[in-house]
Each structure stands twice: as C-alpha cells, then as structure tokens.
C-alpha cells in the first residue's frame, strides 16, 4: 500500500471507530427500560428511547412525528391507559434481526393487563427499527394491530358515539 493509502485507512477506521454499531446487551437495555417506563405508564420517559424524529405506524397508517410532539402527547396518552384500567405491561418475547451494521429490527411481544382483562394477558406485536449509532434510538415502530378496535373488542375502550 502507498502511504497515502495508509493515511485514507487510518481516516476512515479512525471514523468508524466512533460508530460501532451497538452489542445485542445494549438492545437488551434499552428494551428493559423500555418495558419498565411502559409498564409505569412513564411515556415521558419512553419518549428518550426515541430519535428525535421519528415513524409510527400501524394498520390505519402512517405518522412522522418529532420527540417533541411525543413529549406534548404522552402525559395525555398515560391518562388514556390509566382511564382504561391498564394494570401492567411486560415483554413476553423479542425477536431481534440485524439489518446493516448501523441498523437491527426488534419484535417484541407486549404482554398487558387490564382491570377489565383481570389476569388475562392481552398479547400484541409492535416492530420497531434501532439506529445502532451511539446510543440507540427507536427510528420507528410498527404495530401489527388495530389497538383501538382490539379494545373496543374486549370492552376495554368505550365505542365511539353515533355523533362522533
């Protein structure tokens, strides 16, 4: 190699370096203080496990929404759990795929309790994309279900009214 080959390789590892995708115990971290902010309703706190702009998506579509609007949102959202008689939520499962270097897809299996449910564990599927460089961040998430019509199904949200 020339040196001036070595100096553009010593560049680029030197770059690199500081962007090491994260290890699967960091995935692992941050999905169990995820799980413990959503099973204390703590959206606030959930909202720094997410980029500052971000997607959420689900079977009634799309929404690119910044950490700000999130953080506006969650103390209404945590009331909304509350008022519907959320008891607790827990990981069951998680799936992790790696996608690039930079980039891994995590499925977890989310366990809730309802007072309505009792101790019926109400099981649903969220995705959810982690940028792996420095510390990780939620980019997106996608959940596999209507939540809204899976509550009106159990009796756990009221239906809408005619006028509505």
């Known amino acids: ?3 001036f080959q070595l100096i553009l390789m010593a560049l680029f590892l030197n770059a690199v370096s500081k962007y090491r995708p994260m290890n699967r115990d960091q995935l692992d971290t941050l999905f169990k203080q995820y799980e413990s902010a959503f099973n ?7 909202s720094g496990f997410y980029a500052d702009t971000f997607i959420s998506a689900g079977p009634k579509g799309t929404i690119a929404e910044s950490k700000e609007e999130f953080e506006r949102k969650a103390k209404e959202a ?3 759990y509350k008022s519907v008689g959320q008891n607790s939520a827990r990981i069951i499962s998680k799936r992790t ?3 690039s270097n930079e980039y891994s897809m995590v499925v977890i299996r989310w366990g ?13 599927d969220v995705s959810y994309f982690v940028q792996e460089i420095g510390a990780p961040k939620i980019i997106m998430f996608i959940s596999h279900e209507d939540e809204e ?6 009796g756990i949200r009221p239906r809408e009214t005619e006028n509505s």
């Open 97 to 99: 795929m790696p996608i």
């Open 112 to 124: 809730v309790t309802f007072e309505k449910t009792g101790s019926r564990v109400i099981e649903f």
């Open 40 to 46: 204390r309703l703590d959206l606030q706190t959930s």
């Open 1 to 3: 190699m020339s040196e």
């Open 149 to 154: 019509a899976a509550m009106r199904k159990l």
């Open 78 to 80: 945590a009331e909304f």
